[in-house]
């Protein structure tokens, strides 16, 4: 394979340095980004920027894609980490990977996790870098095979049953609809207790955070069925 062109290189780093830039420009302006205060702090004129991003929204996918993909990063390397059969810590590793790139990048967490960005749609290649961290959750259950605890009775309506099946059979994995259901329980409420943290909705409330956050996300595995 033949090495990038100087303008193709040149051209990558461009774009790296502007969405570094837009990136600072999130912890202090928040989700609501400005092309022409990107262009500024970068001392260009706004017109420069459009030739890397055409506009606001495709800056903004870019940065929500990075942020997916760094926080599934984490995810994956503290999952990798663990001996496969120690099915809780990947669980656990999984788990704390995601709240530990929240709290180091609440900017990013916040644009990918928080209130949703006015007048702006989310393309449909945000979708696949969305599902990956509830890819290694379920992939933690599915290793768990026959060692699965059974489940209490929790009946699915239909319609929701389908839903699930379609999940399932888009993404060739061999869960029943009752445990991706479970998981997905699981998912949300990761994300709950992370906005919770991060959004300061425990201040004045709970200290032990750790300690928090490691029970709830153990209540979590129970709830699938995960062993001990």
């Given at each position: 394979?033949s090495?990038?062109?100087?303008?193709?290189?040149v051209r990558?780093?461009?774009?790296?340095?502007?969405?570094?830039?837009a990136?600072?420009?999130?912890?202090?302006d928040?989700?609501?980004?400005?092309?022409?205060?990107?262009?500024?702090?970068?001392?260009?004129v706004a017109s420069?920027?459009?030739?890397?991003f055409?506009s606001?929204?495709?800056?903004?996918?870019?940065?929500i894609?990075?942020a997916?993909d760094?926080?599934?990063?984490?995810?994956?390397e503290?999952?990798?980490?663990v001996?496969?059969d120690?099915?809780r810590?990947?669980?656990?590793a999984?788990?704390?990977?995601?709240?530990?790139?929240?709290?180091a990048?609440?900017?990013?967490y916040?644009l990918?996790y928080?209130?949703?960005?006015p007048d702006?749609?989310a393309?449909?290649?945000?979708?696949e870098p969305a599902?990956?961290?509830?890819?290694?959750?379920?992939?933690?259950?599915i290793?768990?095979?026959?060692?699965?605890k059974?489940?209490?009775?929790?009946?699915?309506?239909?319609?929701?049953r389908?839903?699930?099946r379609?999940?399932i059979?888009?993404?060739?994995g061999d869960l029943?609809?009752e445990?991706?259901?479970?998981?997905?329980?699981?998912?949300t409420?990761?994300?709950?207790?992370?906005?919770?943290e991060?959004?300061?909705?425990?201040n004045?409330m709970i200290?032990?955070?750790?300690?928090?956050?490691d029970?709830?996300?153990?209540l979590?595995?129970d709830?699938?069925?995960?062993?001990?």
């Open positions: 394979m090495a990038p062109s100087l303008r193709a290189r990558s780093e461009m774009s790296q340095e502007i969405k570094a830039v990136r600072r420009r999130l912890a202090t928040g989700a609501n980004l400005s092309l022409r205060a990107v262009a500024r702090d970068m001392d260009i420069a920027l459009y030739r890397y055409p606001r929204d495709a800056l903004l996918s870019a940065l894609i990075d997916y760094a926080l599934a990063a984490a995810a994956a503290a999952d990798a980490a001996p496969r120690d099915l810590g990947r669980w656990l999984v788990c704390r990977a995601v709240r530990t790139w929240a709290l990048h609440p900017a990013e916040g990918i928080g209130a949703p960005v702006y749609a393309p449909p290649d945000t979708v599902s990956k961290v509830i890819m290694l959750l379920a992939g933690v259950v290793d768990a095979g026959d060692r699965l059974p489940l209490t009775a929790s009946p699915i309506a239909l319609p929701l389908a839903d699930l379609r999940l059979n888009e993404r060739q029943p609809e445990r991706l259901d479970r998981v997905l329980v699981a998912w409420h990761l994300y709950g207790v992370l906005n919770f991060v959004f300061g909705r425990l004045d200290e032990a955070r750790t300690e928090y956050f029970h709830h996300m153990a979590m595995a709830l699938t069925g995960l062993p001990q």
